[in-house]
């Protein structure tokens, strides 16, 4: 009846597929793609927060096999590890995370744009969205200026990582990357003291000697570049494509609290990623039906953020809306992102630099077209004209 697994890139507007599937259909089996297609708020809320409901290998069908350091970020990874591990490989990605140092957006916008050529038709995914958040992760670890150019221009191959669907073309040059990458990383952060961190922040039930916490160490903060090229590009475009699309002129919404709330409400309305998958690990019962052990579940976050039953007139797009925050955009239980803060300050705070910059932002074309991707809603370019 349905498909309920389809690219991005070939829907100009995948809510109606979602609104009629929360209407008639909100836990559906898909036969032609054997997922549990999951809609309704209450039912991604409780798959998300079933211990028993696990993340798929990423590996299992892959052409070719992964190299030694492509298999080690797979394998380490707190986004693709289950328990008992995660909750070690969570704690190491939490480790590097707080170690940050704050990175001013506003110094790494201007020279993004200073460089960007001609700003009456700026891409600003290429230009922007593709380096701004993986660059102040880099700064933020104290790599130099050069590391920072070289390891975020290997993030586009590297983050097929992720994909559950490989190439062997792209297998060939991930693992190639993923070498250059681990090496580089691990060589940086030997020289910063952050393993003996690791060593005591690691769950007592498990026990890491000090070179298997320096691979998880390292795996996990390629992961944060990862995730933050991944994520963050897509969420960049998708909040100032609204912000050209609205009435923006509007007072609340030109001073940071109001662009603040503007940031969230889109991360509910316009979110960057629109669904996750899980796997039985044993039977669970849902809504009545038994979804047998080793069957997979498509969890659609981006329906469940326009439930009615959890959001008043779910398809208004409303900055004062109170319960804003229960959106399932970052994830939920365990495997919730934990980057959501600061990924919702980053965004604000690139716009208020963008803002104080430029007065006269206009959208250059009026069809924005997507990346090819199943899972995530990500603008392939944004073409802008920016004046003082
Ligand atoms: C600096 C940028 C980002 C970093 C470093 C980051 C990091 C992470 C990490 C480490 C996890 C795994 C947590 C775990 O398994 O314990 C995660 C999960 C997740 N992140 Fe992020 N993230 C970033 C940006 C984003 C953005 C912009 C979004 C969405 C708009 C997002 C959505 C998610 C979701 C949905 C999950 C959970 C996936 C699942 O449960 O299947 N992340 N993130």
Same mark, same amino acid.
Request: with cysteine; charged share 20%; hydrophobic share 45%.
């Given at each position: ?145 050069? @590391? ?43 020289? *910063? ?39 963050? +590009? ?19 919404? *030109?001073? +940071? @609290? ?56 779910? @398809? ?12 399932? *955009? ?59």
């Amino acid at each position: 009846m349905t498909n309920t697994t389809f690219l991005q890139s070939e829907t100009d507007d995948p809510f109606v597929l979602y609104r009629k599937m929360l209407s008639t259909h909100p836990f559906y089996w898909d036969e032609r793609n054997r997922v549990w297609a999951v809609y309704s708020y209450a039912l991604c809320h409780t798959v998300l927060n079933d211990a028993r409901a696990v993340i798929p290998d990423v590996h299992a069908t892959a052409p070719a096999p992964l190299s030694p350091a492509a298999m080690a970020i797979v394998k380490n990874l707190a986004r693709l590890s289950n328990a008992p591990h995660h909750a070690t490989a969570r704690a190491v990605a939490m480790v590097a995370f707080e170690a940050l140092r704050p990175v001013a957006v506003a110094d790494t916008l201007s020279h993004l744009l200073d460089d960007a050529g001609d700003l009456s038709a700026l891409d600003w995914v290429e230009a922007v969205a593709k380096k701004v958040p993986v660059q102040l992760l880099l700064r933020g670890f104290n790599f130099s200026p050069a @590391d920072v150019r070289v390891l975020s221009d290997t993030m586009p191959r590297l983050v097929k990582i992720m994909q559950p669907a490989k190439t062997p073309e792209q297998v060939l040059a991930l693992n190639q990357c993923a070498h250059e990458v681990y090496a580089h990383v691990e060589q940086h952060i030997l020289t *910063t003291g952050l393993v003996k961190n690791i060593l005591s922040a690691i769950p007592p039930s498990e026990t890491l000697n000090t070179a298997e916490a320096m691979t998880m160490l390292v795996s996990n903060i390629i992961g944060l570049f990862i995730q933050s090229y991944d994520a963050g +590009r897509g969420m960049l475009s998708n909040t100032l494509l609204q912000w050209l699309q609205r009435d923006t002129r509007l007072p609340a919404i *030109t001073h +940071r @609290d109001g662009l603040y709330r503007f940031v969230c409400e889109t991360t509910r309305y316009a979110p960057t990623i629109h669904n996750t998958r899980r796997v039985a690990a044993e039977d669970i019962t849902l809504n009545g039906h038994v979804i047998p052990k080793g069957e997979t579940m498509l969890v659609v976050m981006a329906a469940a953020n326009r439930d009615p039953l959890r959001f008043e007139h779910p @398809d208004t797009f409303d900055i004062y809306r109170s319960n804003n925050d229960d959106n399932l *955009t970052f994830g939920s239980g365990a495997h919730q992102c934990l980057a959501k803060h600061f990924m919702r300050r980053l965004v604000t705070e690139t716009l208020v630099s963008l803002f104080d910059r430029y007065k006269n932002i206009a959208l250059h074309t009026t069809r924005v077209t997507f990346e090819p991707l199943v899972n995530a809603r990500i603008p392939a370019h944004l073409i802008i004209a920016l004046k003082p």
